[in-house]
Structures are given as C-alpha cells and as structure tokens.
C-alpha cells in the first residue's frame, strides 16, 4: 500500500467557505478517482512548534505504486491541484509538502 500525504498552508485571505468548498470538492475526487483506496483530512495537533505553518492535509492511500501515478496524471485531480488547490496556496508550491511511503 501507499501512502501519500500533502501537507498545506492556505492563502491567509481564504474565506471559511471557500475553504470548506475545497475541503469538499477534494473529499469528492475519490468517487471519480478510482484508484484512491482511501481519504481523510488530517489536521496537524503537534505541540513541538516544529509544523513551519502546514496546519493540515490529506491523507490518500493507493494499492501500490502505479495506482499512485495513475491518481497524479490524472485529469480530474491535475484540473483541481492547477485550478483549485495551488491558487489558493500562501505561495504556491512553496507552501505543498507532499510526503510518499510504502507500508
């Protein structure tokens, strides 16, 4: 299995709702998607002081490593991280942390 997380921090002017939108409109890109095996928002409640302003993320998980390719290339999930996710990012790409493993 594979593991894939992206970690994020938001543009400080995006709204609750717009927020919750991209939440939900994420969450959704597992019903059109169907190499995702699993999905979950995960929330950062470390006390080290050490997350550098990722405060949340998600979580995605794939049969192996193929699948996790097949997800990255494809259509509906390119579209939303180009039109979606990266806009609404502090910095852009400078502000994704994306970390793989294998369990």
Do not use: C
Request: aromatic share 12%; glycine share 2%.
């Amino acid at each position: 299995m594979i593991i894939h997380f992206a970690f994020f921090k938001w543009k400080q002017t995006i709204s609750k709702q717009e927020l919750d939108t991209l939440r939900r409109d994420f969450s959704a890109l597992q019903s059109v998607i169907p190499e995702i095996r699993g999905f979950r928002w995960v929330d950062n409640n470390s006390t080290e002081n050490l997350d550098k302003g990722f405060l949340e993320g998600i979580r995605v998980e794939f049969d192996n490593i193929e699948d996790r390719q097949r997800y990255l290339s494809h259509p509906a999930h390119v579209t939303f991280a180009s039109s979606v996710v990266i806009p609404s990012l502090e910095d852009r790409l400078e502000s994704v942390l994306v970390f793989d493993y294998e369990e």
